[in-house]
């Protein structure tokens, strides 16, 4: 009787029953082995300096805007086996998650390095993926885990520290450069509160049309997000005008006329009204009038900057002990509710809580006088709704941990990459400071992209400080996924479009990605440039 055949082998067989793999699983992780093994050997990435692209030209296209290699600041816990691990709302401080304790407004402190918690061994296949994403390798193909309209990347799971690739940028170098210094953040906020303490003891005199106007400090500076230098500054003085009525204007949900419900007779705001609507231009042409008189009674060196058409700022310069630009606005304080065209922004349910939403809708929003723009024209009397005060104290308590960046919390990176984003722009900015349009972006526009990936990517752990680069580069890629798609919602007002081709051309967005693109795929070396 002949012997029976021998028995087929099962995929998987013989291994403990949490290592079994799939066959489809099989190659893929003998091919980033084979990747890792090449680059352990000195085979050069694309990417990588000595194997990187030549910088693109003014037009010039740039392969491969996304990577799917990278991780984004996704769900923790996601990873190539499909186990989920549980979220960790706080975590206990290490030494390199320790910051400064409370002090003036600077710079975030960067944590030393220090050894953490032990971490999960790190696979060939997960460190060729991160040592891939580390030098900037372009890839073709559509990043994962997104779907039809832009979003950041599928996550990998946590490893801890890693090595980095040769040539491989170093985000913490690009911060401790842009870090502020303790004596230069005491030299300014010294003369800067001395020119506002003045400037509002004038607005609040007898002889002024805007009594009761009190400060409301605001930006990046006061949001502890300033970079390079403590040079710019925004003040607002809000006023409070009580029982106003809005309109919108021509379907502009981010511009309303103000009205008063109840006409304030003998109000000092009277002067104003141009039949029953309150004038933005007439209250910032009186307010600008005011404080180019008392700046000359002020013994620092200040100076009123030309006007800018449209903007709801007057720019002070000061130019002793060293150079430092003061934006002063006015804004009228409204206590009511929010605008019908709030409703469905602030989308920070997920992120910070219901609770903390409901909280902030309850605060009094603004209105700055910047005007709508008609073509070549300005509509004069319009007002546009400003939520700075919003930003600020997002920023501020930024966790979905209430200790997160606190010193008894875990680090995060979020500030960080913000920072990192502001000073792309900024750099590419000075480098291609003759080009045409380029002067439209500011800093607002990152602001707005980065607040959009917080809320799609809501959990501490899933910005953990030791994967600044892979976050940093996931805020980079939803951004530039804003400038291809032209869309770039208001982060309170969703039916504005910040990059509709009314406020930016296509020609500007579509030379910015490239730029983007270019830095991307080469470790950004416009870093290292200014």
Known sequence: MPAPPPARPVPGAGLPQGNKRTPAMAPRRGKATRRASETASGVSAPGVKGGASAEPSEPAAVPGAARPGARRC??????????????VRARTARAEDQVEGPAAPTADAEPPAAPGHPQPRATARSRATTRSVRAGRPQ??????LGPGPGPRAPAPHLGRREE?????KPRAVLEKLRLKRQEISEAA?????????????LNSRESEFQGVDLLRSGSYYERVKISAPNEFDVMFKLEV????????CNSSAHCFVKFKRNPKGSPLDQFLEGGILSASKMLSRFRKI?????????????????????PAVTLLIREPREISVDLILALESRSSWPASTQKGLPINNWLGGKVKNDLKRQPFYLVPKLAKEGSRFQEETWRLSFSHIEKAILKNHGQSKTCCEIDGAKCCRKECLKLMKYLLEQLKKKFADRRGLDKFCSYHVKTAFFHVCSRNPHDS?????????CFDNCVTYFLQCLKTERLENYFIPDVNLFSRDEIDKLS?????KQIEYQQNNGFPVFDEF
């Open 74 to 87: 996704g769900p923790a816990g996601a990873s190539g086996s499909g186990r989920k691990k549980p979220q």
């Open 140 to 145: 073709s193909g559509a990043p994962e885990g």
């Open 165 to 169: 690739a040769p040539g491989a940028w």
């Open 190 to 202: 010294e003369v800067v509160n001395r020119l506002v303490d003045h400037l509002l003891r004038r």
């Open 242 to 249: 009580p029982r106003i009525q809005l309109e919108e204007y």
């Open 291 to 311: 404080i180019n008189e008392e700046i000359k009674n002020i013994e620092d060196d200040v100076i009123m900057q030309r006007k800018k058409r449209g903007s």
């Open 462 to 470: 899933q910005w953990r400080y030791a994967d600044l680069e892979l």
């Open 509 to 513: 967005k579509e030379f910015l990605s």
